[in-house]
């Protein structure tokens, strides 16, 4: 059975944490299911603004709905069957608060802790 769902990723290139999860996923057996763009290489679709992807990971899912931030990682894991139910618990109403500050401490430090490409 093929899935034909495609789940498009709109991401800080520039990030090393960011672009180290986009080849992950693009070396992974659900690579086809993913379209990852590049802010900083990609056109973005009308209302979505360059600072928005940088300030936070933009996934527009199987149905066409943006997921932003921790809700976009979360739709990401729900397609892999080993973290799927890690996706699931990480949607619990307590748990997600927490994955959400978790998600906004990363994105604020994310270079420094994770580093930079050289553009």
Not at 88 to 97: K, S, T
Not at 105 to 110: F, K, L, V
Request: charged share 20%; aromatic share 6%.
């Amino acid at each position: 059975m093929t899935d034909q769902r495609v789940i498009t990723v709109y991401y800080d290139g520039v990030c090393n944490l960011c672009s180290g999860i986009v080849n992950t996923m693009n070396t992974s057996s659900k690579r086809n299911m993913f379209v990852p763009i590049d802010v900083s290489d990609g056109a973005l679709p009308a209302g979505l603004t360059k600072e928005a992807v940088l300030r936070d990971v933009h996934v527009v899912d199987a149905e066409g709905k943006m997921r932003v931030g921790v809700d976009g990682v979360l739709t990401i894991l729900e397609q892999y069957p080993r973290l799927h139910t890690l996706a699931r618990i990480g949607r619990v109403p307590g748990i997600h608060a927490l994955a959400a500050g978790i998600y906004r401490i990363i994105e604020r430090s994310r270079y420094w802790i994770f580093g930079r490409k050289n553009v």
